[in-house]
T-cell receptor, first 111, second 115 residues
Framework: SQQGEEDPQALSIQEGENATMNCSYKTSINNLQWYRQNSGRGLVHLILIRSNEREKHSGRLRVTLDTSKKSSSLLITASRAADTASYFCATAYGGYQKVTFGTGTKLQVIP | EAGVAQSPRYKIIEKRQSVAFWCNPISGHATLYWYQQILGQGPKLLIQ????????DSQLPKDRFSAERLKGVDSTLKIQPAKLEDSAVYLC?????????????FGDGTRLSIL
């Protein structure tokens, strides 16, 4: 079974607005990663946050991690049509970095 | 740097036939992963290699799926015989390995359709 669950399953916003996606997981983790997947393509790594970090930024992306609530959020600011994609959280745990992906959020940014 | 290469991009076979997928990871990456992604779902790990050794194959249906990583570089995933439920995208990924805080780099996958 998949450990992470994203919320919402689908999100539609206007260009320029902010998009927030949430991820919940069940067990202790080493790190949490966010990936983007465009239709028909492989996943692209966006950002990795370690279990001892609470917030991380990369360009228009902001990720938070709350290990007490076992949850993370991904904020995309000033969205663009090119941000239209599915977004997945992935949790890494164990000595060999076993990675489990969530169910994904499908984001549509309307120009 | 060159990315993860996968072939073929598409494959259509009939049930009970055999199929094989090939993956060439990024040079120097010790860890290689095979995932199955069913439409509308997240990737599910099938097998993880560290160099040429298997570290996790707990979700690999071993009665029909097999995988090998030759000399710790290229890898092949085989399905024999295929079932209708195997229709999915098969993704290969690699990472530097060792340190647990390394991102994975994905190929574009092989889309398998079973008739």
């Amino acid at each position: 079974s998949q450990q992470g669950e994203e919320d919402p399953q689908a999100l539609s916003i206007q260009e320029g607005e902010n998009a927030t996606m949430n991820c919940s997981y069940k067990t202790s983790i080493n790190n949490l990663q966010w990936y983007r997947q465009n239709s028909g393509r492989g996943l692209v790594h966006l950002i990795l946050i370690r279990s001892n970090e609470r917030e991380k930024h990369s360009g228009r992306l902001r990720v938070t991690l709350d290990t007490s609530k076992k949850s993370s959020s991904l904020l995309i600011t000033a969205s663009r049509a090119a941000d239209t994609a599915s977004y997945f959280c992935a949790t890494a745990y164990g000595g060999y970095q076993k990675v489990t992906f969530g169910t994904g959020t499908k984001l549509q940014v309307i120009p | 740097e060159a990315g993860v290469a996968q072939s073929p991009r598409y494959k259509i076979i009939e049930k009970r036939q055999s199929v094989a997928f090939w993956c060439n990871p990024i040079s120097g990456h010790a860890t290689l992963y095979w995932y199955q992604q069913i439409l509308g779902q997240g990737p599910k790990l099938l097998i993880q290699f560290q160099n040429n050794g298997v570290v996790d194959d707990s979700q690999l249906p071993k009665d029909r799926f097999s995988a090998e990583r030759l000399k710790g570089v290229d890898s092949t995933l085989k399905i024999q015989p295929a079932k209708l439920e195997d229709s999915a995208v098969y993704l290969c990924a690699s990472s530097l390995g060792g340190n647990s805080n390394q991102p994975q780099h994905f190929g574009d996958g092989t889309r398998l359709s079973i008739l």
